[in-house]
Structure formats: C-alpha cells, structure tokens
C-alpha cells in the first residue's frame, strides 16, 4: 500500500444495485453517490501502481433475509451481518477498470449496529458509508480477525472518514 496522499484521485465507477432494501434506501444511498465517490477514490488512490488506473466497485443493499441467505451460502454461517466483501482484482474487458470486488450492505443491521433508538439521516447515511468502506477495505486486503489486523482497519477507517466529520467507533 501506498502512503496516505501520495496520489489525491483516482477514477472510479461504482455500481449501487438494490436487492430487496426498497426505494427509500435506495434513494438516500444514491444521493450519498458523490461523498461515496469520493471516499471511495481517496481510498483506492493509495492503491494504485499508476494514476490513471481506473477502478470499479460494486456495492449491493440487501434486506436481512437476503443478507442471511448469501451469509450461509458463502460463509456457512446463519443470520444476517451488516456487510460482506468479495474482493476480484480481474479488469473489465469493457471499461478497463480494475474489480475491486462486490459489497454486500445490510442497511437494517449496519443501522442497528449503532444500538440507538433512533437516528439522524445523516447519522444513517454515515452508518451506511462506513460499511461500504469498510468493505472496500476488505477486499483490498485488510482485515479485522487479529487485535493487530482489526487495529490497523480501524485506524484507517478513521483517518479516511475524519475529513467527513464521521467518528468511527470500534467495532
């Protein structure tokens, strides 16, 4: 991995599919699309060998028993999680850009994570960020199973969401 800044940018498409979370959730995220953008741009900037390098993510909202099923048929582990990543690394023979990989977001858990009654949109909206970083994060290679993996992840997260205004708890 490359220092933090050492390239400000990169291009990035990102592919929000909706399965099952609804059109209220599916709105609020793509109004989020340019700070997801540009979260996701800074982050895989310090990634990239060469500037021009163009990636590609997919991030899919699911509901809880959507998340339950690919959960078990991936993992074998029953219940619903608040995300899930499936690093690629191949190119796009259409596009170019390099796979980061596919993120499965679970809204309804991400948010009940945060053991409140109720929240903010704005505090929902940056819930849900996080969890589409966080699994960004996974599928270039981090990971949260060791104190010293899960430490240095979390670190990131924040250093990456600090600029947003967005305090990330430990996990």
Not at 29 to 40: F, G, Q, S, Y
Not at 77 to 103: C, H, K, Q, W, Y
Not at 125 to 146: M, N, P
């Amino acid at each position: 991995m490359r220092p933090a800044g050492r390239i400000s940018a990169v291009n990035c498409y990102l592919d929000i599919i909706d399965d099952g979370v609804g059109a209220e959730v599916l709105a609020a995220v793509e109004a989020d699309r340019p700070r997801i953008l540009k979260l996701l741009s800074a982050t895989l900037a310090d990634e990239a060998e060469d500037p021009r390098q163009t990636w590609q993510l997919t991030v899919v909202l699911v509901d809880e028993a959507t998340c339950d099923a690919i959960h078990r048929q991936h993992f074998g582990i029953t219940g619903s999680t608040d995300v899930m990543s499936f690093p690629d690394g191949s190119v796009n023979p259409e596009n170019g850009a390099r796979l980061v990989g596919d993120v499965v977001v679970c809204p309804a858990v991400a948010l009940a994570s945060t053991g409140a009654a109720s929240i903010s949109e704005q505090r929902a909206r940056d819930e849900v960020l996080l969890y589409i970083l966080h699994g960004c994060l996974h599928c270039l290679g981090f990971d949260d199973v060791e104190e010293d993996d899960r430490q240095a992840m979390w670190d990131r997260q924040r250093e990456l969401l600090a600029p947003w205004g967005i305090d990330v708890r430990d996990e």
